[in-house]
């Protein structure tokens, strides 16, 4: 039999440092950029889910250069963040009623996010280990259309397809 107190007072417990850190982050970017963004404690990371509020495409980052080079030129560029082993780049877009990609796209590693799937951030808008911002956002950041980033893989890889190595899993775009 228990003899706790129920009305003796509760002693709270500091968070840990990277909690608060993590809780700070998460502030920071819902007020930058007015997305959705959570906390994911297993992995110690902020982290913005896809599916409604804003969608994303994520490719190789050979391809992906080429991509946001044209959508700078065409000035739709958008946020874009790398993976955390800095092997692919997340394109950030307007949400999208489908995520369905043209043929040839998918063997090029070129994978829309499923409703849902959360992609993680940088804890702050500097590059750290593990995920970096390739385009940093600024304050709430007009996203591109999905149709806009899909057409302009589409274009990049077109343009490029006899000098694309689909073999090297790299994707190499070679000069």
Do not use: K
């Not at 039999?1 to 129920?6: A, G, I, L, R, Y």
């Not at 993976?83 to 692919?88: A, I, V």
């Not at 999208?96 to 951030?121: D, F, K, N």
């Not at 077109?158 to 070679?174: C, G």
Request: some cysteine.
């Amino acid at each position: 039999m228990s003899t706790t107190n129920p009305n003796a007072p509760v002693t709270p417990i500091a968070a840990p440092p990277w909690l608060r850190e993590l809780a700070h982050a998460r502030s920071r970017y819902i007020e930058l950029l007015g997305w959705p963004i959570e906390i994911h404690i297993g992995s110690r990371s902020v982290i913005v889910p896809v599916g409604e509020t804003l969608d994303s495409i994520t490719m190789p980052p050979p391809l992906a250069r080429a991509v946001q080079a044209e959508l700078r030129i065409t000035m739709l560029a958008g946020p874009v963040v790398t993976g955390p082993e800095n092997d692919t780049w997340t394109f950030f877009t307007q949400p999208t009623a489908t995520t369905a990609l043209p043929p040839g796209l998918a063997e090029l590693r070129v994978i829309p996010a499923a409703r849902g799937h959360c992609v993680p951030l940088p804890q702050d808008l500097h590059c750290q280990d593990g995920c970096c911002w390739v385009e940093t956002p600024g304050a709430h950041p007009a996203l591109p259309p999905w149709p806009a980033v899909v057409a302009t893989t589409r274009r990049v890889v077109a343009r490029n397809r006899p000098r694309i190595r689909t073999a090297d899993p790299a994707l190499s775009l070679t000069a």
